[in-house]
């Protein structure tokens, strides 16, 4: 009875529930029937807005989860950097890590004057304490420090400096840009910051200003024009050329575009520096020597010097360089065969002085040879040592031992100088050792360059005691309260009213890895372009295969060519 009534009770009540629900009872009763309409609707949006709130929650929650572990990933790349650089205080040589805080202090004091006297402006011109646009406003010395700043541990005035990169760094410029300086300094300094922090701001400024250079590879050979409009596009080549291109210019832009095609996945970079190395290679000479002119029209050399100094050096030292940045393999094989046969052709212009046998570099014209080395050349050594792991034992000795001998000349250099200063180019009579040339010192990297590399692959710490001596001659006549001078004359020391960006960019750098671990910033993982500047060395694809990196973790009278510098001021 009790079961029976219960049931019996709830279906009644189950009943008289569902006919206030039925359309006909609510019908009889038109307020009822509105306030059911309205509590229904009512109930499908609050029921709708869950929903999407549920939807949209997950999405923040999903965008989260992805920020926290790209913040984890960055995180392990700063342990990472700390750890690397606890084990170089803590386990390198403590003569080594005295030597590195006194270049990095010599670092901040130039940056330091750079902030205050010139902040965004090309250089700083510490006689007058202001700075000047040498190269179109593109901020030249803060963006060719970055890696330095980065490299250093100078972590307040690297993010100084990328704010600005961020915030003011404009390349919409009516300015008849250099294209070859551009894109070792600016270019080169972004991808570098890039490679090193992972900092996309540093990628997408670079390809911006590439992009603006472009044009210039628009000619009837692919050779491009070494000067072009950054705002309208307009490209042509100095007057004082008679309209041809440089050959250090034209054929020394190969590590940045290949590295910003690879860092971008976008081919045009790489197809248009690469097909300048096409259209050289299908008149290369025998000895591997090319004249400092090209016509941009037909593509042929035209008769002018050969020189491993200004306006020929760089093309030499990228064609190395294009061979390391992938990774030596078969891909760029034709880089390392151009090289070599270069090469060839460097040693037939190797002469000795007497009495003391200086080895120096000659420059030609023709089948005449003049006696004269720029401290440009410098970097030759550097390169030789550098390319000498890729022969046989017989041959990579040989060319280690020349590397040696022209170090010991360009150290010298420096030496016979009542400032222990090099000057710009030297001279080599018959009978007699060198004799300066043009007398100026403008903080040139070159020597210091060469004696990094050599350290590096022999470990003769003689080279380290050279660099040494080099960095206190700097500090003694160089450095003033406001930065750092060049010289116009290595014999009065008096100097001149310019802090070259390329002293903050290569010979502090140089200078500062010259007393560092072998492991830091190694050259397993890293290849330096003309302006010091560390791009990530990383295998060239084959059969439409993706770039594979080495090494994933982040850590760090006018002249031109290899660095087409301006003379002193």
Same mark, same amino acid.
């Not at 210039?216 to 007057?239: E, K, M, V």
């Not at 550098?386 to 010298?412: H, I, M, Q, R, V």
């Given at each position: 009875?009790?079961?029976?009534?219960?049931?019996?009770?709830?279906?009644?009540?189950?009943?008289?529930?569902?006919?206030?629900?039925?359309?006909?009872?609510?019908?009889?009763?038109?307020?009822?029937?509105?306030?059911?309409?309205?509590?229904?609707?009512?109930?499908?949006?609050?029921?709708?807005?869950?929903?999407?709130?549920?939807?949209?929650?997950?999405?923040?929650?999903?965008?989260?989860?992805?920020?926290?572990?790209?913040?984890?990933?960055?995180?392990?790349?700063?342990?990472?950097?700390?750890?690397?650089?606890?084990?170089?205080?803590?386990?390198?040589?403590?003569?080594?890590?005295?030597?590195?805080?006194?270049?990095?202090?010599?670092?901040?004091?130039?940056?330091?004057?750079?902030?205050?006297?010139?902040?965004?402006?090309?250089?700083?011109?510490?006689?007058?304490?202001?700075?000047?646009?040498?190269?179109?406003?593109?901020?030249?010395?803060?963006?060719?420090?970055?890696?330095?700043?980065?490299?250093?541990?100078?972590?307040?005035?690297?993010?100084?400096?990328?704010?600005?990169?961020?915030?003011?760094?404009?390349?919409?410029?009516?300015?008849?840009?250099?294209?070859?300086?551009?894109?070792?300094?600016?270019?080169?300094?972004?991808?570098?910051?890039?490679?090193?922090?992972?900092?996309?701001?540093?990628?997408?400024?670079?390809?911006?200003?590439?992009?603006?250079?472009?044009?210039?590879?628009?000619?009837?050979?692919?050779?491009?024009?070494?000067?072009?409009?950054?705002?309208?596009?307009?490209?042509?080549?100095?007057?004082?050329?008679?309209?041809?291109?440089?050959?250090?210019?034209?054929?020394?832009?190969?590590?940045?575009?290949?590295?910003?095609?690879?860092?971008?996945?976008?081919?045009?970079?790489?197809?248009?520096?690469?097909?300048?190395?096409?259209?050289?290679?299908?008149?290369?000479?025998?000895? !591997?020597?090319?004249?400092?002119?090209?016509?941009?029209?037909?593509?042929?050399?035209?008769?002018?010097?050969?020189?491993?100094?200004?306006?020929?050096?760089?093309?030499?030292?990228?064609?190395?360089?294009?061979?390391?940045?992938?990774?030596?393999?078969?891909?760029?094989?034709?880089?390392?065969?151009?090289?070599?046969?270069?090469?060839?052709?460097?040693?037939?212009?190797?002469?000795?002085?007497?009495?003391?046998?200086?080895?120096?570099?000659?420059?030609?014209?023709?089948?005449?040879?003049?006696?004269?080395?720029?401290?440009?050349?410098?970097?030759?050594?550097?390169?030789?040592?550098?390319?000498?792991?890729?022969?046989?034992?017989?041959?990579?000795?040989?060319?280690?031992?020349?590397?040696?001998?022209?170090?010991?000349?360009?150290?010298?250099?420096?030496?016979?100088?009542?400032?222990?200063?090099?000057?710009?180019?030297?001279?080599?009579?018959?009978?007699?050792?060198?004799?300066?040339?043009?007398?100026?010192?403008?903080?040139?990297?070159?020597?210091?360059?060469?004696?990094?590399?050599?350290?590096?692959?022999?470990?003769?710490?003689?080279?380290?005691?050279?660099?040494?001596?080099?960095?206190?001659?700097?500090?003694?006549?160089?450095?003033?309260?406001?930065?750092?001078?060049?010289?116009?004359?290595?014999?009065?020391?008096?100097?001149?009213?310019?802090?070259?960006?390329?002293?903050?960019?290569?010979?502090?750098?140089?200078?500062?890895?010259?007393?560092?671990?072998?492991?830091?910033?190694?050259?397993?993982?890293?290849?330096?372009?003309?302006?010091?500047?560390?791009?990530?060395?990383?295998?060239?694809?084959?059969?439409?295969?993706?770039?594979?990196?080495?090494?994933? !973790?982040?850590?760090?009278?006018?002249?031109?060519?290899?660095?087409?510098?301006?003379?002193?001021?």
């Amino acid at each position: 009875m009790g079961k029976k009534s219960l049931s019996s009770s709830s279906q009644s009540w189950w009943w008289r529930g569902w006919r206030y629900l039925h359309p006909q009872h609510n019908l009889r009763r038109p307020l009822l029937l509105a306030l059911f309409i309205i509590s229904f609707v009512a109930l499908t949006f609050l029921l709708s807005g869950l929903e999407s709130l549920s939807v949209e929650h997950q999405l923040v929650v999903s965008r989260l989860n992805k920020e926290l572990i790209t913040l984890k990933n960055q995180l392990e790349n700063v342990k990472k950097h700390i750890r690397s650089w606890s084990i170089v205080e803590e386990e390198d040589d403590p003569l080594n890590v005295e030597r590195r805080r006194a270049v990095k202090e010599a670092m901040i004091h130039a940056w330091a004057c750079y902030e205050m006297y010139a902040w965004g402006h090309d250089e700083l011109q510490p006689q007058t304490r202001d700075g000047v646009d040498s190269f179109g406003g593109l901020g030249a010395t803060l963006v060719d420090s970055l890696d330095t700043l980065y490299i250093m541990g100078l972590d307040e005035q690297f993010q100084r400096a990328r704010e600005w990169v961020a915030n003011s760094l404009n390349f919409n410029k009516n300015y008849e840009a250099s294209v070859f300086e551009t894109t070792i300094r600016v270019i080169g300094g972004l991808l570098s910051a890039y490679d090193l922090s992972d900092d996309k701001v540093f990628l997408e400024k670079a390809r911006d200003i590439a992009d603006r250079l472009l044009p210039a590879w628009n000619t009837p050979s692919g050779i491009p024009y070494n000067i072009i409009n950054l705002r309208y596009g307009d490209a042509h080549n100095p007057r004082w050329t008679g309209g041809k291109s440089i050959l250090a210019d034209a054929g020394s832009e190969q590590l940045e575009f290949i590295a910003l095609s690879q860092r971008t996945k976008d081919p045009k970079y790489q197809q248009k520096v690469e097909y300048v190395i096409e259209e050289l290679h299908k008149t290369f000479p025998a000895d !591997g020597l090319l004249p400092i002119y090209i016509d941009p029209h037909t593509g042929i050399t035209s008769y002018s010097k050969i020189s491993f100094g200004a306006l020929g050096d760089s093309f030499y030292e990228y064609l190395l360089k294009a061979w390391i940045q992938g990774n030596k393999t078969e891909s760029v094989t034709q880089y390392r065969e151009m090289w070599e046969t270069s090469m060839r052709g460097l040693k037939s212009l190797i002469r000795r002085t007497t009495p003391s046998s200086y080895a120096y570099i000659c420059e030609k014209t023709g089948s005449s040879l003049s006696d004269k080395m720029d401290e440009l050349a410098c970097f030759a050594p550097g390169m030789l040592a550098l390319g000498s792991t890729g022969y046989g034992p017989d041959e990579a000795e040989k060319f280690l031992s020349l590397a040696e001998e022209l170090a010991w000349t360009c150290y010298n250099f420096y030496q016979t100088t009542p400032t222990k200063l090099a000057g710009e180019n030297y001279y080599f009579p018959a009978g007699q050792d060198m004799t300066v040339g043009t007398s100026w010192s403008i903080l040139r990297p070159e020597t210091v360059e060469s004696l990094f590399y050599l350290w590096r692959l022999t470990g003769n710490k003689t080279y380290q005691e050279w660099g040494w001596n080099i960095f206190q001659a700097f500090e003694k006549n160089s450095r003033v309260d406001t930065g750092y001078s060049g010289l116009k004359d290595v014999s009065s020391g008096e100097k001149d009213n310019m802090m070259q960006s390329f002293f903050l960019a290569e010979t502090l750098k140089y200078l500062y890895l010259l007393f560092s671990p072998p492991s830091f910033i190694s050259l397993d993982e890293w290849v330096f372009n003309t302006e010091a500047h560390p791009l990530r060395i990383v295998t060239r694809p084959a059969n439409g295969e993706t770039y594979s990196t080495i090494g994933q !973790g982040r850590l760090q009278e006018r002249f031109h060519g290899r660095k087409g510098r301006s003379g002193s001021n």
